[in-house]
């Protein structure tokens, strides 16, 4: 980090900033909070667990589908600052508010979410985009993955403290409810969240722009069609774009799909959570890894690398019936997992007009957004066909081939 410039340093430390919110809010303690206020309230299990579903599929569905316009827009000079700054405030208040809003008001509890979800992807369409204002081409890999590193160690630290209250809170070791631990670790994810994002509001600039015009909503719809107008003079962008949304979709789905195929091995709830932790740590040395391997041998080939281990994993899982062999496939996952995901970022940014980088980091977002739809359908169906969760999880292979091939067809950008 002391080499990094003043710049680099304030962007990477947004990525130790929000991966709080990733860990907390959307993965392991506001669902389990969420699922208990809806039932507790009267709400079935299966009717809790719709409702769940539908409000991450509309909040992400509406982002996703505002992300190019909205980049589009931000390309204009000063307005990607101004963006950033807003969706970052809508994510932190409601993120504030799961904190006080009763837990018997689950609808309201769920509608906050759902804003803090809009909130949280806004912001990282525009956070991604400023890669290419705070570094040059050649050090794009390495500031890339010291951001994921450094979010996979910052997203430690809230999640411990907020495990830690819920546990104590459970063993009378506290004098708080569950409920109250849990809106306690929801206050510390929002201040961890706000804080560490001070940096990056107070250092991080707009480099590269067009000239501001007087209608920018209208005049970026207008280069949103001028855009796809001329998608042939962008040829090698959308073949990685196509690429990442195969490969892309395998990791998320093994991601997403971890702690189901965990509690079908017999891996008690406590075991999960202490195999996501040692994952979360040890994925941080290897995304700043594959940084350093990229500058040596290339981003492209790193990314195959990465690809090639993927496939290891879902061939490995088929033949999974241990919890060690559980513990053996997530260390492989938190080796590559990471490290794809920053240089894919890194690669992107290189090919992408820097003038116009808002815009196809809007495209990028739309594709990691629906890459999260083909993958968990083909697991699930696989599982079903054959009666067994280990060939759902060996079908990914299809995923990473496919994506795998494409991108051998993109042409280096190191």
């Excluded at 007009?353 to 169906?381: C, D, R």
């Amino acid at each position: 980090m002391s080499r990094m410039s003043k710049q680099e340093k304030s962007w990477v430390f947004y990525d130790w900033a929000n991966s709080a919110y990733s860990i907390l809010i959307t993965t392991a303690i506001f669902p389990l909070y969420f699922k208990a206020a809806a039932n507790a309230s009267g709400l079935a299990a299966s009717t809790s667990t719709a409702y769940w579903g539908y409000a991450n599929s509309f909040a992400t569905l509406l982002i996703s589908l505002c992300a190019p316009i909205l980049g589009s827009i931000a390309d204009f000079k000063g307005l990607k600052k101004r963006l950033f700054t807003f969706f970052f405030a809508l994510g932190i208040v409601f993120t504030l508010l799961l904190a006080v809003v009763p837990s018997n008001h689950w609808l309201i509890l769920l509608i906050c979410y759902m804003v803090t979800v809009i909130g949280f992807g806004g912001t990282n369409i525009f956070y991604d985009a400023f890669l290419v204002d705070v570094t040059t081409e050649e050090r794009m890999n390495q500031v890339s993955s010291k951001g994921f590193a450094m979010g996979y160690i910052g997203s430690a630290i809230p999640f411990i403290l907020g495990i830690t209250l819920i546990l104590l809170s459970q063993q009378g070791i506290l004098p708080l409810s569950v409920s109250a631990a849990s809106q306690t670790a929801f206050a510390i994810t929002a201040l961890w969240w706000g804080l560490f994002t001070i940096p990056m509001l107070k250092h991080v600039k707009q480099i590269y722009y067009k000239e501001q015009v007087p209608n920018p909503i209208s005049n970026g719809f207008r280069q949103l069609f001028l855009t796809f107008k001329k998608i042939r003079l962008y040829r090698p962008l959308f073949l990685f774009l196509f690429s990442y949304f195969f490969y892309i979709d395998g990791v998320n789905t093994i991601i997403t799909m971890s702690t189901a195929y965990g509690s079908d091995l017999g891996i008690s709830t406590t075991n999960l959570l202490i195999i996501l932790f040692a994952t979360q740590v040890v994925a941080a040395p290897f995304a700043y890894f594959y940084g350093k391997l990229a500058d040596r041998f290339r981003g492209k080939t790193m990314l195959l690398v990465g690809i090639l281990v993927y496939i290891v994993i879902c061939i490995y899982a088929y033949f999974l019936k241990t919890a060690l062999d559980f513990w053996i496939l997530a260390m492989l996952v938190a080796s590559s997992q990471g490290g794809i995901q920053a240089l894919s970022r890194s690669y992107f940014a290189k090919l992408v007009p820097k003038e116009s980088a808002n815009e196809f980091f809007g495209f990028y977002s739309i594709f990691y957004k629906f890459a999260a739809i083909l993958g968990p359908f083909l697991v699930g169906f696989t599982a079903q066909l054959t009666g067994n969760t280990n060939s759902g999880v060996f079908s990914l292979i299809v995923l990473f081939m496919i994506g795998g091939l494409i991108l051998l067809k993109v042409p280096e950008m190191d």
